[in-house]
């Protein structure tokens, strides 16, 4: 489990009866507080809004008040729910018309992440700031055109404000983005994450323009005030929480379906949580699919299956959840077409698994067995010539689990031999392969752009470090400077493997399991099972299903479409001196 989120369920149960007074840390920010969500108000005291709440009524501010009237309405809404103080009928009524008709022209929400106040208590950001956002974004192309610029790998990284460059990058993505009208008329959208800010998810949808349309949310991180909030103020909101009685295990999985007026869809793979902090401030990456039209009607029930089984995937992971409020949209795939979509859906589900069977909820089963079929590399056909050993395995993420004593456990014994795997060697046992992993050091920590706030997406534990120094011998820094994004600390996760000479993969995987058992799974037994903690979700790409031998990553001078790419090969080992952040 994340470090963080042992010590968020810590908090969350000793804390409770939200009505009494507790003493806690004054807000830093004051009066300027931007908040609106349950958890900063109960960890820190605002005497500014207590003074407004007692009066029973909200007055007007004065004219250099620093803070919005709207936000101060709306943190007056929240503190009335966390004690049970029921607000006049026409300021519910005035709060909740201004949060459903708010023009899209509106600034960016100052809406923060529930765990930063846990993490990163001096986070703020300005208006300035994310005014700037929104004006870049609303310079670009349409995500239409984009999109069909980016094709046919579709995968975007996520703009970073103080970095000037990522605005006009072509693949560089925010959020609002993805409610484009030129995509199409938006009817309804899911989002199934783990972190959700409801108050700035709203916001982006706000700034778009589809504040009103019908959304469905499933989230692993439980916030307790979340029901509340949205009984008050988003009736068109539907939320469900995903209980995972595994204490080891999450709700981690970052996907998003997007249904537009004449039924056909998009599905949209992602790293990042749906807060500001995580589309703003760390880097991330997403997959965006072609667009999937609607089926005739009289069409048998597996039409529109992809090359990959995407779709076929896609509908056992959604009917794992076994919820009701999921009906409507495994319907709505069912009636899409997903025959132009080239990557394959990797997926975890908590369960024990082996690799009989399709499709199979394990990201080790998944991966190993896609490569065993699929990949090919060269041949080593002289003592001098490449052979597949000389293509190293990357491994990248932002967050590291218990990986045992030595490498042999769990490390190589078990997860390499799913990235190992290739057409000529299906699941080595012992796989000489090479194996490094990208992970920042406390000095890419510190000189990013938020300093230690930086390390808030990356929760490798302290303790869990100390007993597997042996992990050092395979770290590497993070850099990307090619993007432009080198100082943004990474919340993505990705897999690849590289030839020698760095300039091409056999294969590419982008998805939300970070190194970890839980999601990937535990030790494959003697009968070939392991067994998984943790709802994950990932895109796979293979050469052959976009016509290629290999991807190519960097430019030699053929032609030849670039992959995208995020960090920067050769890789820089950690230096003697160098330790990985840690929290």
């Known amino acids: 489990m994340d470090a963080f989120l042992l ?86 009524a005035s709060a909740k018309e201004h949060v459903e008709e708010r023009p899209s022209s509106s600034s960016v929400s100052k809406v923060g992440d529930k765990r ?47 970095a000037p460059q990522t605005h006009t990058q072509q693949n560089s993505i925010t959020f609002t983005d993805l409610l484009c009208p030129s995509l199409g008329e938006l009817k309804c959208s899911l989002q ?19 504040g009103k349309k019908p959304l469905t949310i499933l989230y692993g991180d439980e916030w307790p005030d979340m029901k509340k909030y949205i009984e008050l103020m988003l009736p068109n909101v539907t939320e469900h929480l995903v209980k995972i009685k595994d204490p080891f295990g999450i709700h981690h999985s970052k996907v998003g379906i997007y249904v537009y007026s004449d039924n056909s869809l998009r599905v949209v793979v992602s790293t990042a949580n749906l807060y500001y902090e995580d589309w703003n401030y760390y880097c991330q990456g997403l997959w965006i699919s072609p667009l999937c039209p609607v089926l005739p009607e009289d069409s048998p029930d597996k039409a529109g299956e992809s090359p990959t089984n995407f779709k076929s995937t896609l509908l056992s992971y959604l009917q794992q959840y076994n919820i009701g409020v999921l009906k409507t949209w495994i319907d709505y795939v069912k ?9 394959f859906l990797i997926t975890s589900v908590p369960g024990k698994y082996t690799s009989v069977g399709k499709p199979v909820h394990c990201h080790l089963h998944s991966v190993g067995e896609l490569l065993s079929h699929h990949c090919v590399l060269p041949a080593k056909t002289t003592p001098t010539s490449e052979g597949p050993l000389s293509w190293g395995v990357l491994a990248q993420s932002s967050s590291i689990g218990s990986l045992g004593k030595v490498p ?9 031999r799913s990235l190992a795997s ?18 920042p050091t406390k000095d890419n920590v510190l000189s990013s752009y938020y300093g230690p706030q930086g390390g808030g997406c990356l929760p490798y534990s302290k303790s869990v470090h100390e007993k597997q120094k042996w992990l050092k011998d395979y770290l590497h820094q993070w850099k990307a400077d090619h993007t432009n ?71 030699t001078g053929d032609d030849t479409k670039l992959f995208p790419f995020i960090y920067d090969i050769p890789l820089t080992p950690y230096k003697n001196a160098d330790e990985p952040w840690c929290n």
């Open 7 to 92: 010590k968020r369920k810590v908090q969350d149960a000793n804390s409770h009866d939200n009505a009494k007074k507790t003493c806690k840390e004054k807000c830093p920010h004051a009066a300027k507080c931007y908040r609106r969500n349950p958890h900063h108000f109960k960890e820190f005291d605002h005497p500014h809004l207590d003074a407004l709440l007692e009066k029973g009524e909200f007055l007007e501010l004065p004219p250099d008040y620093p803070q919005d009237k709207q936000v101060v309405k709306e943190q007056l809404e929240v503190l009335r729910g966390l004690r049970n103080v029921k607000p006049k009928l026409e300021q519910v």
């Open 335 to 343: 009636r899409a077409d997903f025959s132009n979509v080239k990557v």
């Open 116 to 162: 930063l106040s846990s993490r990163n208590k001096s986070t703020s950001y300005t208006a300035q700031t994310s005014s700037t956002v929104s004006n870049k974004s609303s310079n670009m192309k349409p995500m239409a055109e984009r999109l069909k610029e980016n094709g046919p790998y579709n995968l975007f990284f996520t703009t970073i404000p103080d």
């Open 192 to 210: 199934i994450n783990f972190m959700i800010d409801i108050a700035w998810l709203m916001e982006q949808y706000l700034k778009a323009g589809q």
């Open 408 to 416: 042999a456990e769990w490390l190589r014994g078990t997860l390499l």
């Open 422 to 439: 290739h057409k000529d060697c299906r699941l080595p046992a012992n796989s000489n392969s090479t194996l490094s992993i990208i992970f």
């Open 485 to 555: 994004r080198s100082r943004a600390m990474p919340h993505i996760k990705t897999y690849c493997r590289v030839s020698p000479c760095t300039t091409k993969l056999a294969w590419f995987l982008i998805t939300s399991a970070n190194i970890s058992k839980s999601a990937w799974g535990g030790n494959i037994t003697k009968a070939g099972t392991s067994y998984v903690r943790s709802y994950e979700v990932g895109v796979l790409f293979l050469p052959k299903y976009f016509e290629e031998t290999y991807f190519q990553i960097k430019d």
